[in-house]
């Protein structure tokens, strides 16, 4: 009797096996994609761990005719990275503790697009804090910078207002 087994040739196989493996990497980056994109755009959007703004000095005139609109004048430096900041916001603190009270008041037009190593003097209306005594006029100034639409933490540095 003549055995009539059939079965898959070899060729057959690798050939299922390479279609499975094929269709089981389209499955799996079908829901992997949007993950990467979404988060490829947070990080190209703004990131600020490459960003090192910091006051250099800060100026409020301190004599009772100028307030409480006083114009502060602040010089803000970017850092030594390769990123541009859009614009800055500065966080004005009434009193010199670390945690005390703060303001935050965005900076002028003329602290927009500050390019690596640059430094550029923010002067702005003090309107918007609350003095009315140089006693409780800003004390120290720090600075958040904003790149597109993301606002960077405010930096540790702070400055001493003069």
Same mark, same amino acid.
């Given at each position: 009797m003549i055995n009539q087994k059939r079965g898959l040739s070899d060729v057959v196989t690798v050939s299922l096996i390479i279609l499975l493996a094929i269709?089981?990497?389209?499955?799996?980056?079908?829901?992997v994609r949007p993950t990467l994109e979404s988060t490829g755009k947070e990080i190209a959007g703004g990131n600020c761990l490459a960003v090192e703004v910091k006051v250099?000095?800060?100026?409020?005139?301190?004599?009772?005719?100028?307030?409480?609109?006083? #114009? $502060?004048? !602040?010089? %803000?430096e970017n850092g030594p990275g390769q990123t541009t900041v859009d614009k800055v916001k500065l966080v004005y603190y009434q009193?010199?503790?670390?945690?005390?009270n703060s303001e935050i008041v965005d900076g002028s037009v003329s602290c927009d697009d500050i390019g690596p190593l640059a430094r550029k003097t923010c002067t702005t209306a003090l309107a918007g804090i609350p003095y009315n005594t140089v006693a409780n006029a #800003? $004390?120290? !100034?720090? %600075?958040?910078?904003?790149?597109?639409?993301?606002?960077?933490?405010?930096?540790?540095e702070t400055v001493t207002c003069s």
């Open positions: 269709a089981a990497v389209v499955i799996v980056w079908t829901f250099v000095s800060c100026t409020i005139p301190r004599d009772a005719a100028r307030l409480p609109n006083g #114009p $502060a004048t !602040v010089v %803000v009193t010199a503790a670390a945690n005390s #800003p $004390a120290k !100034v720090g %600075v958040a910078a904003v790149l597109g639409e993301r606002t960077c933490p405010v930096s540790t």
